[in-house]
């Protein structure tokens, strides 16, 4: 019988459609997955799983829709829970309080239903919020608990702005403030006098404002505006470039022009810009665009980044929020509530889609914002789940990246890989309380860097088994990689559709422990795994095993498939980064 070791060294183009589950012919298939859950594709070629979302605490009735992202410095940074005509603040983990228990609040004539019209934009302490229902507003921060918002006294108010009629755009480009698409004008966009964000006086001069309508052959609505060496302009029917009318010269009411750059046409999600490339939403809300400058073209060249993993987008994108540090990930927050997450390196050339499944019952996510954070970029949800036989809605952050340090006797201590999760320090204790979040939920715990036995939250706390100092708690999240079938182990032509079966596979990895191998049967769909035994003889029962970094070798004694495919889960709350597998596979 013949025999193959192939080496999977590479992960990062994520989860492939199950249309290209046959393109054995194509790179991409060598370094993709059928399946990724809850693991993050690197540019360097390994999977790692993501960190837990820690709970900050519970949306104002249960209420917020949206949460918005205020930055000022990448020392200041603020996320706002954007609810029925409220607004709260959070800032370094925490909710911004008057008083103990009190928020700090500013009252807004948003509602429900407008939250996910909005759109804005920022200037220093002054947020732009643009909404088709509602005139022009800015939220101007002179202190943690010193918030204003207010309509925007303009010089010279558009005169077709009132009333179903305001700008449902903003953004700056040039010093100037721009306004775009009221329902009335869908296709007209404003710019301000240049260094004066709220003078819309139009003119001659050089730097009055100004007033321009995109001249189509259909009246198609501008959903977005992004600025690169040109204002980019996003259409449900296409693309357009707003220029001085050559490159580097400025936009002024004699040198202007606006020209189609495609015709992918956006849906009601407002674009991102990541580097040269602006990353929008495809009209049907079911494709992840980018379009970038192409010098061979002399212009802005539109394409998918979502070609290879459409079917996790079917339910529609309905926000983005972009985390530059330490992976660089878009996430995608779908209109039916689960989070996907496209890991994006144009450099590097890859773009990997990921499922997030989050942990709990009746789990929404119904937003998603960054902000700046120590070292890296924070991701911040509004979480929808349901406790104790009630919907409740979360502000919850996902934890910074695990990273152990070398020779670390208690190397997990720190570790959160649970959802929704509270950490206690302190004295060994056995009753970890300020669980009331997760009344009546199994949650998992790690203590003092050990998994220990799943409790059930009763009147907002646990008891342990035993006293501990370092204690995680939190709802079950697995990490899974499912790899796509093995195509080796014939001797004559291709292995697909063939009988083949895998003796062991050898397995390499960085700082990971606690997780399990094996295989999917495709006859019953069932993964058939076992959990890795990584602790060493010499490691004291009483103590939390060393991680593993380098390679191992696991049995996997599987029938014969048809399609040969290896599943790596992970379901105790540890750290697990796959760097690659070597299966050994037996043809029939």
Request: glycine share 10%; charged share 20%; proline share 6%.
């Amino acid at each position: 019988m013949p025999r193959a070791v192939p080496l999977i060294s590479a992960f990062n183009r994520g989860e492939l459609t199950p249309l290209m589950r046959s393109r054995v012919d194509l790179d991409i298939y060598q370094r993709a997955t059928a399946r990724m859950e809850n693991m993050i594709p690197l540019a360097q070629g390994p999977a790692t799983r993501r960190p837990g979302t820690r709970h900050i605490a519970r949306a104002k009735a249960d209420a917020a829709v949206l949460l918005i992202e205020f930055e000022f410095s990448a020392v200041q940074a603020y996320v706002i829970e954007a609810g029925p005509n409220v607004f709260r603040f959070f800032r370094n983990g925490a909710l911004i309080e008057t008083s103990p228990g009190v928020a700090y609040e500013v009252a807004t004539p948003y509602s429900a239903a407008d939250l996910a019209g909005l759109q804005w934009a920022q200037s220093a302490d002054v947020l732009y919020l643009a909404h088709p229902n509602h005139a022009p507003r800015k939220l101007s921060r002179t202190g943690h608990t010193a918030w204003t918002l207010a309509a925007i006294a303009f010089t010279a108010t558009p005169a077709e702005w009132t009333g179903t009629n305001y700008p449902a755009c903003v953004t700056f480009f040039q010093s100037r403030l721009w306004w775009a698409g009221t329902p009335g004008q869908p296709q007209t966009i404003w710019g301000s006098k240049t260094g004066d964000f709220e003078n819309l006086t139009t003119g001659a001069p050089a730097d009055s404002a100004l007033k321009l309508t995109i001249d189509d052959d259909q009246m198609n609505a501008i959903r977005w505006l992004r600025a690169q060496r040109v204002l980019l302009i996003g259409t449900a029917s296409g693309e357009f470039a707003l220029s001085g009318g050559s490159s580097g010269e400025p936009v002024t009411p004699s040198s202007l022009q606006c020209i189609r750059q495609g015709s992918i046409g956006s849906g009601p999600v407002g674009a991102t810009s990541i580097g040269n490339s602006v990353i929008f939403v495809q009209r049907a809300r079911r494709k992840i665009m980018e379009i970038a400058y192409a010098f061979d073209a002399d212009g802005y060249v539109g394409g998918e980044l979502s070609l290879m993993a459409g079917h996790l987008l079917r339910a529609g994108v309905a926000r983005m929020a972009w985390q530059q540090e330490p992976w660089r990930v878009l996430w995608l927050v779908m209109l039916d509530g689960t989070l996907v997450g496209m890991t994006f390196m144009k450099d590097q050339q890859v773009v990997g889609f990921h499922r997030h499944p989050i942990g709990g019952t009746g789990v929404k996510v119904l937003s998603a914002a960054c902000i700046p954070g120590i070292g890296a970029t924070e991701l911040w949800l509004l979480v929808e789940r349901t406790i104790a036989g009630g919907t409740r809605r979360y502000v919850e952050r996902m934890e910074p990246e695990f990273w152990a340090d070398d020779g670390d006797a208690r190397p997990t201590l720190g570790a959160v890989f649970m959802d929704s999760a509270i950490t206690y320090a302190g004295v060994p204790a056995s009753a970890i309380a300020g669980l009331d979040h997760l009344e009546g939920q199994t949650v998992q715990v790690l203590a003092d860097g050990a998994a220990h036995p799943g409790r059930v939250v009763s009147g907002g706390a646990i008891t342990l088994q035993r006293p501990a100092s370092r204690v995680a708690v939190g709802l079950r999240a697995d990490a899974l990689v499912r790899t796509l079938d093995l195509s080796v182990g014939a001797q004559d032509g291709t292995a697909q559709t063939r009988h083949r079966r895998v003796n062991e596979v050898g397995v390499v990895l960085h700082q990971s422990m606690g997780f399990e191998i094996g295989y999917m049967d495709d006859r019953s769909g069932a993964e058939v795994t076992d959990l890795v035994e990584t602790r060493r003889p010499a490691t004291p029962m009483d103590a939390p095993p060393p991680l593993v970094s380098g390679p191992l070798v696991a049995m996997v004694p599987s029938d014969h498939q048809r399609e040969c495919r290896l599943v790596v889960r992970s379901s105790q709350p540890l750290p697990l980064t796959l760097v690659a597998l070597a299966p050994r596979v037996q043809g029939a």
